[in-house]
């Protein structure tokens, strides 16, 4: 008890008057998680709330999801169960048994950390779990962030994930449960070998103990500490550079190629991938997808893309690195629209030309970005349509001396290959009047010998306020929430 008390202490894991979530599957690491936790709540001023899940896959499951409960009534505390068919739930989404179970149990604990305005879900993990996730990891290929294995804590969807036992071996919870008498369940599942983790837990270690170092389970325990504190400095370290050389879009995230490559490789991984983790939370950018990257930034090119896991694509544009969404990557939504002159034309994005008629003298020099101001008598035909580019386009901007290919231009602008369908073009017939939020057509351009003066503004359509992480008082926000669900 006194070595959780003081692995509490180092890592920050309790404050008073925390809600806390106590995963009970009611095998012997929850149950000795639970007693602990409540042996301390006085101390702590701690409110626990109970969370059991039935995975319906052993015939004692009802019997166990019984007795967790009857417990949580015997110490009067606040109980949550469901019942989830695993296997249906592995055929639905179609992933391991592990991994569905996995799924159902965090369903259950956020739902029931959101229902109590819980802050922190306390997991029963302990040393000989560390152990083997390092030893896993190890075998399956990993670097630093591997070996560091599970954290004693760590966020997720808002909420801080906590492993009060990590500090224990398994033998000393099995030794807590019999000296404070408590009858924890043993799942037989965890005898079986077919799991990956089981064989390792049984046959691998096992051997590795008989035969090269009786200590390795604390001896990867070691490693996994020493590891977790350079994760930490590299990860303090990206953070700060990632800010230095990141600029952000609205559904883009921009970096300079220049200052990334700079960096050391330790560095340059990690800022892609919190890049990366932006847009797609639940995948990750192994070793293969960084050397695609690195090869393209690296190359001699000046555009070029690589798609990556989630659904994302980072691209090249000069000394631009954009990652962002492959929903970006879709046809142009701007469909040919005539307008109205003077007045205001919606468009089929949401957002609005409006035209008016303006005295010269009455301009505001320089106009603004979005806004136009045209010799409305040079306009061959005076009906203006709105449409996205089309093959073959040439344009002659304003302050050039001849027209050039409007892909051209947008590669003189820096912008890149997967904006170009999306940037509105007002149009007289062919002729490309303005180019909007970039620049107008020299032969339209106000002059002094311009009588009447057409001022167009393009308005985008407002995006709803997203709730920002710390928004809402339990410390998730709707995004976070989504995450969680099947």
């Known amino acids: 008890m006194e070595k959780v008390r003081s692995f509490i202490a180092r890592h920050f894991l309790l404050y008073e008057n925390d809600i806390v979530v106590v995963a ?30 039935n995975h319906c896959m052993r015939p004692e499951a009802d019997q166990e999801e019984a007795a967790v409960i009857k417990l949580a009534k015997e110490w009067s505390l606040a109980y949550e169960s469901r019942s989830v068919k695993v296997r249906e739930l592995k055929s639905l989404k179609k992933v391991s048994e592990e991994e569905a179970g996995r799924l159902a149990r965090y369903r259950l604990f956020y739902d029931t950390a959101f229902k109590y305005g819980a802050s922190k879900i306390a ?83 096992p051997q590795l103990e008989k035969k090269y170092n009786p200590r390795i389970r604390e001896a990867l325990f070691g490693l996994a500490t020493l590891a977790a504190e350079d994760r930490h400095l590299l990860n303090a370290l990206s953070q700060k550079k990632y800010l230095e050389i990141a600029s952000f879009g609205d559904k883009e995230t921009f970096l300079n190629r220049v200052k990334l490559l700079k960096l050391p490789l330790a560095l340059s991984s990690r800022i892609l991938r919190k890049a990366h983790k932006k847009y797609a939370p639940q995948r990750e950018l192994n070793s293969h997808h960084l050397g695609q990257i690195l090869a393209l930034l690296e190359s001699n090119k000046t555009s070029g893309q690589v798609t990556l896991p989630g659904n994302t694509i980072l691209h090249l544009s000069q000394e631009q690195v954009i990652i962002t969404s492959s929903d970006r990557e879709k046809k142009s939504s701007i469909f040919p629209t005539n307008i109205s002159v003077p007045g205001k034309t919606p468009l089929a994005d949401g957002s609005i030309i409006e035209a008016s008629f303006i005295k010269k ?25 709105v449409r996205a580019r089309w093959p073959g386009a040439r344009f002659h ?21 997967y904006r170009r369908d999306q940037v509105p073009l007002v149009t007289d017939n062919d002729k490309i009047v303005w180019v909007v939020g970039l620049r107008i057509a020299e032969q339209y351009r106000v002059t002094e010998k311009t009588n009447k003066v057409l001022v167009l503004a393009y308005k985008k359509k407002k995006l709803p306020r997203l709730i920002k992480t710390g928004d809402n008082k339990r410390g998730g926000s709707q995004d976070d929430r989504a995450f969680h669900k099947w």
């Open 24 to 53: 009970v599957s009611g095998g012997p690491d929850s149950l000795t998680l639970l007693h602990m936790l409540n042996s301390i709540s006085k101390h702590f001023k701690l409110k626990l709330v109970v969370a059991h899940l």
């Open 123 to 205: 997991l029963g993990h302990h040393l000989d779990d560390q152990a083997e996730t390092v030893l896993l990891n190890i075998l399956r290929g990993t670097g630093v962030d591997g070996l560091a294995g599970i954290l004693p804590k760590n966020s997720q969807g808002g909420l801080d994930l906590i492993r009060p036992l990590l500090c224990l071996r398994r033998t000393e919870i099995e030794e807590y449960c019999r000296e404070m008498k408590l009858e924890p369940f043993t799942d037989s599942s965890n005898l079986e070998t077919d799991y990956t983790r089981n064989k390792l837990r049984l046959e691998l270690i």
């Open 361 to 385: 003298e009455e301009l505001l020099w320089p106009p603004i970005k979005y806004q136009a101001y045209l010799d409305y008598d040079s306009l061959p035909s005076g009906k203006l349509t």
């Open 397 to 417: 901007p304003q302050g050039l001396p001849g027209s050039k290919k409007l892909k051209d231009f947008f590669i003189d602008q820096k912008i890149p290959r």
